[in-house]
C-alpha cells in the first residue's frame, strides 16, 4: 500500500500489512473561522478537536491522539484559556483521543487554533473521496444546514429561544461522526466517503471530481431537520439554499451502490 | 513503554517493541515569528519546516511527513506561495520527509503557518530532557548566537556584507541538526537532549527543571563564530549575550557523562 497525501480527509501512511496512520490538520483563525464573543471558550475547544476528528472519522478510522498549536493575544484571559482546553479535554476524553500538546505562543492581535489529528485506519476497509462509482446513490449520516442556519442566527443577531439555540449549538458545538465513519467504511456497499465541511453542494464536487462521475442532488431530497425548516419559515430563509451549501455540518457524506439502499 | 506528551521537543507513541512514533507542532505567526518582507518565501517555506524537523532531531528520531495548515491573507501573491512551497519541498527532499500536505485558508490579514512532523524513534535510544546526570558536561553541536546576531542586522538594517549577510542567512534559514541528533542518541554518555529554540539560557532551564539537577554555563565557553564577534564588535554588540539568549539557533544541546567528553 501507498503513502498518499494530498487530496483526500487524511494523508495515509501504512504501518504493516493491516493498518495505517491518518493525519489531518485544521487551522482556525479568528474572525475567518469563529468570532470569539459568538461562542463559548468551551465550545471552541470542543470545536477545534471536532473538525479534525470528522476527517478521521470520513476515512472510518480511529483517532489517536491531538496536538494544538495556539497563538494567543494580550487580551485573552487565563480563565478563558482554561475553558478552552477543559473544551478539547472533555472531547479528547469522549473520543479516547489522547491530548498530547504542541506549541503555545504569543500572536499580535488574532487568536489562531492549529488542531492535529493522528488516528489509526484498516487499510482493506479505508474509504476515498475517489471511489465512487456510476449510479451509487448519495447519503448523508444526518441533517444538513443546521449549522449554516445557526452562523446565520449569530451573524444577524437573532433573538434566542429553543430553536434557534439548537441550530446555534449545532454550529458551535458539531459532533464528529467517528462510530457512524466506522460502520460505514466496514461496509463494501459504501463506494466513497467524505466529511461535509463546507456544504453537500461543495463537498459532492470534491467526490465527483476525483472519481471521475458525475452526480445530481435532488433538492426536495435534502434532509432538513423541523427546527431548521420552522425557524427558516420565521425569518423568510431558503431552508434548502442553507442545507446545500451552508457547511460546518461535520456529518458524512456517502455513496453507496444502489442496489443496498 | 508509555506514550508522553507535553514537556518534551516531541510527543512520544510508541508503535511496537522498538520504534516510537514522534510528533511536533509548531506555529509562526507574521510579525511576531517573522516579517514577510524581512525573509524570502523560499528560505521562509524552508524555516517553517526546519523549525519542527529540529525538535524530531532533538529526539534523536528521523523525520517521516509534514503537514502544513497556512491562513493566506488577500496581498500574498501566488508567486509568492509558490516559492514559499518549493522551500518546503527541497527541504523535504533533502531530508527525506514527505511532504503531505494540510489545511489551506484564507487569514484576515496576517500570514499564519503551522507545520506539524510525524517522526521515527528508536525507543531504546530516544533522548529526552529529563535525563540529564549531576556532573554532565553540557554541549552544543553548532555556534550559537549567529541566529539572533542576524535577526538584529535585519532589525536594525544594518548594511549587508559578506559577514552581515552570513548571519542573515543563519537566521533565516537554519539547519536542522537531524544526523547529529541520530548519532548522539545512540550514544549511551549522551544523557538529555533538547534542540537550542529560545537560546541555551532559555533552554539549559528546561532541562534542568525536567531533570531536576542544576547546571553552570562558564560564559567564556560558549561557543560563538568569528563572524558573530568580528561583526559584534563592529557594531558594540555584547556577542555573549546574543550567544546565551539570541534564540532561534536550533543546533542541539545536550548534556554528557564528564568521563567522556
Redesign the interface.
Known sequence: EE?????DDC?V?P?NEKEA?L?????L?????FIRNKITPFDLGQKSLAVNLSDIAAMGGKP??A?????IPANVEVEWLDLFFSGINYLSLQTGT??????T??????L?I?I?V?GIGTLSTIKRRSTAQPGDIICVTDFVGDSGGGLKILLDELPIDKETAYLVNRHNCPRANIEEGKWLSKRDEVKAMIDVSDGIESDIHRIIESSKVGAEIEINKVPLSKTLLKVSEKYNWNACEIGLSGGEDYCLMVTIHEDHV
Request: aromatic share 8%; hydrophobic share 35%.
Open positions: 503513502i498518499t497525501g494530498i487530496g494523508a501512511i504501518l496512520l493525519v489531518t490538520t485544521d487551522m483563525i479568528e474572525d475567518r473561522h489517536h491522539s496536538y494544538l498549536s495556539i497563538g489522547y491530548f498530547l500538546g504542541g506549541d505562543t504569543k500572536s499580535p492581535d488574532r489562531v492549529n492535529g493522528v
